[in-house]
Each structure stands twice: as structure tokens, then as C-alpha cells.
Nanobody, 119 residues
Framework: VQLVESGGGLVQAGDSLKISCAVS????????MAWYRQAPGAQRELVAQ????????NYASSVQGRFTMSRDSDKNTFYLQMNLLRPEDTAVYHC?????????????WGQGTQVTVAS
């Protein structure tokens, strides 16, 4: 499984940004998709999670109402739409999937994309 992120950049507070994660997989079944972020000196934190089987999405309280996670099955891509961005949203954003093959599940990570929000 390979994950390739795109769409990060430098924006102003209050702006919007959409980041993408293209997923390539052959025999693995994707159980969950997620976005994490890691700010300098901080631990990696879960931002949003989507469960493809149910369509359920969950968000960290800090982004609830501002961020929306979605996916396009035809493009094998999932997204994070970020609105009303704040300086504290500045971080490297990593996409993640939990994928299963032959009863064995493991996590896969993208390389990360930098999101910087200027005040």
C-alpha cells in the first residue's frame, strides 16, 4: 500500500485548504482512513477518521465543524477540507490507512504535507 499526499501550503488565518491522499493498493483491504498531524515539539494527533464500510467520520474536537474528511472511491483518494484555519492548525499532516491482507492488519503512512497558517 502506498499513500501520496498533496495540497499543503502556506495560508492566512481564516483561509481554506484541501489536502489529498492518493492510495494505491493491490490485495489489501482498507479498513480505516485517517488524517493525523504533528506540530513541532508535539506528539502526532488524530485529526479525522473515516470508516469506508459504514461511511462514518469522526473528528478531533479541535477541528469539529471546521474540517471535513471525504473520499472518492473512483480515484482511490481521500481528502481533508480545512476551513477557518487557525495558526494552531500549523503542522505536518499525514494520511494513514489501516489495511488488511490475509487476516493480517497493519498501518500505512504517507510522507506528510506541511500546512502553515499565518496569523
Amino acid at each position: 500500500v502506498q499513500l501520496v499526499e498533496s495540497g499543503g501550503g502556506l495560508v492566512q488565518a481564516g483561509d481554506s485548504l484541501k489536502i489529498s491522499c492518493a492510495v494505491s493498493t493491490s490485495t489489501f483491504i482498507i479498513n480505516t482512513m485517517a488524517w493525523y498531524r504533528q506540530a513541532p515539539g508535539a506528539q502526532r494527533e488524530l485529526v479525522a477518521q473515516l470508516i469506508p464500510k459504514s461511511g462514518t467520520t469522526n473528528y478531533a474536537s479541535s477541528v469539529q465543524g471546521r474540517f471535513t474528511m471525504s473520499r472518492d472511491s473512483d480515484k482511490n483518494t481521500f481528502y481533508l477540507q480545512m476551513n477557518l484555519l487557525r495558526p494552531e492548525d500549523t503542522a505536518v499532516y499525514h494520511c494513514n490507512v489501516m489495511a488488511e491482507n490475509g487476516g493480517m492488519a497493519r498501518a500505512f503512512w504517507g510522507q506528510g504535507t506541511q500546512v502553515t497558517v499565518a496569523s
